[in-house]
């Protein structure tokens, strides 16, 4: 049972360069999420997609896209990366509906940008 | 806006006494509250929420956990700490009027249990 796969799970790019964090649930969740990880601030959501076809921005957007390619694909993108983007990027996913659902884990990507 | 504030950077403990991670929130409305833990290299794994009902939440590997209204507080605990214990924890909240899961987590407290 694999739950949550993010790749890759380390990169380093140069200033200015493109690149997608792929993340893939197989739990037939509906909600998908991504989370910025970095020292002090805790997790700070990016985007998410409460279900298959939509997208909304969460706390810091900027600089960041995201496709949500069929219900178990959720892609995040940076299109000229800057080194404040360097970070650990988490991928989660859950269910939707009523109720405190909880929220899955993948194992992260660590991206560092020069 | 929903916020989250986990106080301590870090606790230190020595192993068989108890702990606490402390967390409070603010919230518009009614809250769900979450902790989470984080093992060094690894993604975030779920401990225990808090829905409705008994104040008292307990959850894996022995942790309970204290939902107080009045203080909105919802502070970890556990009765004797282990060495593998050692981790960061995260304390989250969700508002109940949201459609989502989306949650606000706070900043993480670094627990060392010391043999």
């Known amino acids: 049972n694999a739950g949550v796969t993010q790749t890759p799970k380390f990169q380093v790019l140069k200033t200015g360069q493109s690149m997608t964090l792929q993340c893939a649930q197989d739990?037939?969740?509906?909600?998908m999420y991504w989370y910025r990880q970095d020292p002090g601030m805790g997790l700070r959501l990016i985007y998410y997609?409460?279900?298959?076809?939509?997208?909304d921005k969460g706390e810091v957007p900027n600089g960041y896209n995201v496709s949500r390619l069929n219900k178990r694909e959720f892609s995040l993108r940076l299109e000229s990366a800057a080194p404040s983007q360097t970070s650990v990027y988490f991928c989660?996913?859950?269910?939707?509906?009523?109720?405190?659902?909880?929220?899955?884990f993948g194992a992260g990507s660590r991206l560092t940008v020069l | 806006a929903q916020s989250v504030a986990q106080p301590e950077d870090q606790v230190n403990v020595a192993e068989g006494n108890p702990l606490t991670v402390k967390c409070t929130y603010s919230?518009?409305?009614?809250?769900?509250l979450f902790w989470y833990v984080q093992y060094p290299n690894r993604g975030l794994q779920f401990l225990l929420k808090?829905?409705?009902?008994?104040?008292l939440v307990k959850g894996s590997y022995g942790f309970e956990a204290e939902f107080n209204k009045s203080q909105t507080s919802f502070h970890l605990k556990k009765p004797s700490a282990l060495v593998s214990d050692s981790a960061l924890y995260f304390c989250?909240?969700?508002?109940?009027?949201?459609?989502?899961?989306?949650?606000?987590f706070g900043t993480g407290t670094r627990l060392q249990v010391f043999p």
């Open positions: 989250a909240v969700r508002d109940r009027a949201s459609n989502t899961d989306k949650l606000i």
């Open positions: 989660a996913s859950s269910e939707r509906g009523s109720g405190a659902n909880v929220l899955t």
């Open positions: 997609s409460a279900s298959e076809g939509t997208t």
């Open positions: 919230v518009s409305g009614n809250p769900y």
């Open positions: 808090y829905i409705t009902g008994d104040n």
């Open positions: 739990m037939n969740h509906n909600s």
